[in-house]
């Protein structure tokens, strides 16, 4: 059931979907009309309600046929069937690799979590993110194309190939097939006699005041100036954490406060939804980096087969892997340290470029613009820890994004300190 708010008041009013449709409904929806999938709320305008609550968007598509997942359901379990093959022969290659301590515990869970999630989206029948698990799976086929690599396509087992062609077959399935979340609660609404302009009308965020972009840029400017000058000026770790706590949380309220606006307020925690925007930032992370890391390492592998591997390019990647293996040992040398990686920075970071950066740029320009930019953003700010990996940095920063657009503050925070946490495991 639906509960639907009426304009007048009163108690929300639970209706049938079929009861809400533009065609043969008894029920006018406006998309103005707070609606919500419990009684208890939270009532959220339609098209809003739609693209935030998953349960939501599956009582309508259950009973409101749209085109987009009539098409995908028919081929959905067949996607299933082809995905779980290199998902099943990846987590006994681990189970191997981990017991002949080949590859550290961490790897493997970050191999389960991927698969997880890929099963998780195939056996909905209305998909979340699709292309979350489209990411996974590449990373998966990118882990069967540097076996191929590393031994040179020459005797490689049947197996390989067939976990290798079954990712990107599934792959190639899922994003030709699935239907995105936007495009999914766009074909309900039109169920429901909303338009798209009066869905945007309702969805726009209102626009941030003109001193808060401005205040929002130099604050995440200046975030790794302000560590620079601690270190230099011979300030211990201890103090540098600190300081960076106090600047996470003192500068974005100052910022908001100069620029009239009242300081950010996370609204009631929602834990289910907390967790799935920590598990779908953590998978997308993992898959993007990981999936990066090994397409590079395959393609440096056929390329040095093929004897068209230069000198050059094999001491930066030599370079690459050093620089970040640097860091790690860097990060585990003092238990301090080690807190301050995976806390101390994780939230100060998290508050600067998520919560105000972030916030400010797609308030002002949409989405996707202020996910990429304030990821690109968060990668220059490393500038002075990474050279040669600093395209890893932006990645991170655009699956930190996508926790933040998903589950607030607290979700980006918990993916970062997990992620960084995985990293010194």
């Not at 238990?335 to 995976?342: I, P, R, S």
């Not at 920075?345 to 930019?373: C, N, Q, T």
Request: aromatic residues 8%; charged residues 15%; proline residues 5%.
């Amino acid at each position: 059931m639906v509960h639907v708010r009426s304009d007048e008041g009163g108690p929300p009013r639970p209706c049938s979907p079929s009861e809400l449709a533009a065609e043969g409904g008894i029920v006018q929806l406006r998309a103005e009309t707070p609606v919500a999938s419990s009684d208890h709320g939270p009532f959220e305008p339609v098209p809003v309600a739609l693209e935030r609550d998953a349960s939501l968007r599956d009582t309508f598509a259950a009973a409101l046929a749209i085109p987009s997942l009539r098409a995908w359901n028919r081929v959905r379990w067949l996607v299933a069937l082809v995905a779980a093959i290199p998902l099943v022969l990846l987590l006994e290659l681990d189970r191997e690799l981990v017991l002949k301590h080949a590859i550290g515990s961490g790897r493997a869970l970050v191999d389960v979590l991927l698969a997880s999630y890929v099963v998780f989206e195939l056996t909905r029948r209305t998909p979340r993110f699709p292309g979350v698990a489209a990411a996974a799976l590449v990373a998966v086929g990118m882990r069967w194309l540097l076996v191929v690599g590393r031994l040179c396509w020459r005797g490689v087992h049947w197996t390989v190939w067939l976990g290798l062609g079954c990712a990107l077959i599934a792959t190639t399935a899922i994003l030709a097939f699935a239907p995105s979340r936007e495009r999914t609660a766009l074909e309900l609404l039109g169920k429901l006699g909303i338009s798209r302009s009066e869905a945007y009308a309702v969805t726009r965020p209102s626009e941030p005041p003109p001193r808060l972009l401005g205040g929002a840029i130099i604050a995440a400017s200046l975030l790794p100036l302000f560590l620079y000058a601690l270190r230099h000026a011979g300030a211990g770790l201890f103090v540098q954490s600190i300081g960076l706590l106090a600047y996470g949380v003192i500068v974005p309220i100052f910022v908001r406060r100069s620029s009239g606006e009242a300081p950010e307020r996370e609204g009631k925690l929602a834990p289910a939804k907390t967790l799935f925007a920590v598990a779908l930032g953590l998978v997308f992370t993992a898959a993007m980096l990981q999936g990066s890391r090994l397409f590079i390492d395959a393609g440096t592998q056929i390329a040095q087969c093929a004897g068209k591997l230069d000198d050059a390019a094999r001491q930066l990647s030599l370079r690459e892997a050093a620089e970040v293996a640097r860091r790690i040992a860097d990060a585990r040398a003092t238990t301090m340290l080690g807190a301050m990686t995976v806390a101390v920075v994780p939230l100060a970071e998290e508050r600067v470029y998520r919560g105000l950066l972030m916030d400010a740029l797609v308030r002002k320009y949409g989405k996707s613009y202020g996910l990429f930019a304030s990821a690109a953003a968060f990668g220059i700010a490393h500038l002075g820890v990474y050279e040669v990996a600093l395209w890893q940095t932006l990645l991170l920063g655009i699956g930190f994004g996508l926790a933040y657009a998903e589950g607030g503050i607290v979700a980006s925070f918990a993916v970062h300190a997990l992620w960084n946490l995985l990293q010194l495991a």
